[in-house]
């Protein structure tokens, strides 16, 4: 048996919690809701914005009929805001009822293929086989079956929003780890609660992932859908075909520059929803680190 004196025994009693790391304070963090006031979030931006607009009015000076100056534009919006307002509005809402359609017939059939494999082995390819066919070929065999109303443009939109969803959610459905399976498979859980308390969950980031690629993607499908499908009679598609033909760059250019913001606008309120929605999951931690 070995003897210890006092002294060395403190020193062993109190050798931990001397190792312990004292806490640090971190000073002068910003929130992420506030982190877009720092000049190194909007800087980067303004500065390249700022040159491109340089760039845009020297080729606009030497090429006018490649470009016009940025000056015709802002005219050009500014001269006739309501008539870009009235027809951005028509294409939104040709974008949003068109995405609602492709995510609830996507979701579903995500759903359907995740739990049945054969209903995969037989959706599946015909899923691919319609992605890659050139929607703007089937726009006008839709005008001849639905007539010049809404349904062309707005099935022309659920298309193309449709496989981005389908692909995600059923991605996302079959990604549960087998430890949580094999836990609820112990707890007796039926498949209908595997499907609403483990899998759809556990989708989540996954669906947030396909939101963001279709919602501005719906923009798009919208505008190939007023472009393609004859007898549109608003929208910022029909705007663009009849400023291209009557050779107004300024007003084609005007009507693309909505459709920008209009983009943008619906992926920042997405990602803002994805942040509330999915404030557990650690893609959205590692943010707020």
């Known amino acids: 048996m070995v003897l210890m004196n006092p002294t060395e025994s403190a020193a062993v009693v109190d050798a931990p919690r001397a190792e312990q790391p004292l806490p640090v304070k971190k000073v002068g963090k910003l929130s992420p809701r506030l982190a877009f006031i720092k000049p190194s979030f909007w800087l980067p931006v303004v500065v390249l914005l700022v040159a491109l607009g340089f760039l845009w009015n020297f080729v606009a000076k030497n090429n006018p009929y490649l470009l016009p100056p940025l000056s015709d534009v802002w005219g050009a919006l500014a001269h006739n805001p309501s008539y870009y307002v009235s027809n951005a509005w028509s294409t939104l809402q040709v974008a949003l009822i068109g995405l609602a359609i492709g995510f609830v017939a996507a979701y579903l059939i995500a759903i359907l293929v995740s739990e049945l494999p054969l209903a995969k082995r037989a959706i599946m390819p015909l899923a691919v086989v319609l992605n890659v066919t050139p929607l703007v070929a089937i726009a006008p065999a839709l005008v001849i079956a639905f007539g010049f109303g809404p349904q062309p443009k707005l099935i022309v939109t659920a298309l193309i929003c449709f496989f981005p969803i389908l692909i995600n959610v059923s991605t996302g459905l079959r990604s549960v780890p087998s430890q949580v399976l094999q836990v609820f498979t112990t707890l007796h859980a039926s498949r209908l609660e595997m499907l609403f308390h483990v899998r759809m969950p556990t989708a989540l980031p996954y669906l947030f992932t396909a939101l963001r690629i279709v919602f501005p993607l719906s923009i798009i499908g919208a505008v190939v ?57 650690e893609s959205m931690l590692d943010n707020k680190s």
């Not at 859908?225 to 929208?235: D, F, I, M, N, R």
């Not at 007003?251 to 803002?272: D, K, M």
């Open 225 to 281: 859908a007023e472009l393609s499908a004859p007898g549109a009679a608003e929208g910022l598609g029909t705007t663009i075909s009849i400023a291209f033909s009557n050779s107004q760059l300024a007003v084609v250019y005007a009507a693309i520059f909505c459709l920008a913001v209009l983009g943008s606008a619906l992926l920042a309120i997405i990602t803002a929803i994805e942040r509330r929605a999915l404030h557990w999951h």
